[in-house]
């Protein structure tokens, strides 16, 4: 079943307000937030109507929702399509300028742009070569210290994801489609058990004719908007684009 604009508008909403301040959304702030044409009871409505259809979930019965994993999936979709993604002018213009900087052979280049992934994205990056399945990460800690990695088996599996990440790579890279920057969520990533992560990944063509990956693993509360952004600049500057 379609959503209707009206709804819509108030998922991509939660979704973006989840997104920025880690609580449940309810209808009175996101009435307040972002000032719709209609009014808390109405928006109260609609998210109920979006929780039966399985977009949204209540955690507890006080509080507001939170996006399923359908409802990241339906806003990755939205965004992109509509290509609405994107980094504030400042950062895509700094992420530009250190990406001029790099002029290294494969190997350190591809570690060195994990670093740099993973200080514009604030999540763990990772890079490599598929054929020589050697892979490079970076930001564990400013990954585990999102507030959505509190528990301890959450971070224990996410450290023996870096333990076979040739693994984990490799299943993913099976499930892409060539020359496009897939976003896979909770469960659809492989990445943990318990569902809890999203990558956003993409291959590349490194500068020797090598290819590689280059990937931002975060919570599925991550800043989609800006992750698919700074792995599409920096396909686009391994490839040679502008």
Do not use: W
């Not at 350190?108 to 763990?124: E, G, I, Q, V, Y």
């Not at 943990?192 to 590349?204: A, D, K, L, Y």
Request: net charge negative; with cysteine; hydrophobic share 35%.
């Amino acid at each position: 079943m379609p959503l209707s604009d009206r709804q819509s508008q108030i998922l991509i909403a939660v979704v973006e307000e989840y997104v920025k301040n880690a609580k449940p959304v309810g209808s009175a702030e996101l009435q307040e937030s972002c000032q719709f044409p209609f009014s808390s009871a109405t928006i109260r409505t609609e998210m109920t109507e979006l929780e039966r259809l399985g977009f949204l979930y209540q955690p507890h019965i006080s509080s507001g929702r939170v996006p399923t994993d359908t409802g990241y999936r339906y806003f990755v979709n939205y965004i992109t399509e509509k290509r609405l993604q994107k980094m504030k002018t400042g950062e895509q213009n700094k992420l530009q300028e250190e990406l001029l900087k790099l002029k290294v052979r494969e190997k350190m280049l591809a570690r060195t742009l994990a670093k740099l992934m993973s200080t514009f994205s604030h999540n763990l990056a990772i890079t490599g070569l598929l054929k020589e399945k050697e892979f490079f990460e970076s930001g564990m800690k400013e990954l585990i210290s999102q507030p959505d990695f509190q528990n301890v088996d959450e971070i224990c599996q996410i450290a023996e994801v870096i333990d076979y990440l040739d693994e984990n790579i490799d299943k993913l890279v099976k499930k892409m489609k060539p020359d496009k920057v897939e976003t896979f969520i909770g469960s659809e990533s492989f990445f943990t058990n318990s569902g809890g992560c999203s990558i956003v990944i993409s291959e590349c063509l490194l500068p020797g004719g090598e290819k590689g990956i280059v990937a931002i693993l975060g919570p599925k509360r991550m800043e989609y908007r800006k992750n698919i952004s700074i792995v599409e600049n920096v396909v686009r500057f391994l490839e040679g684009g502008e």
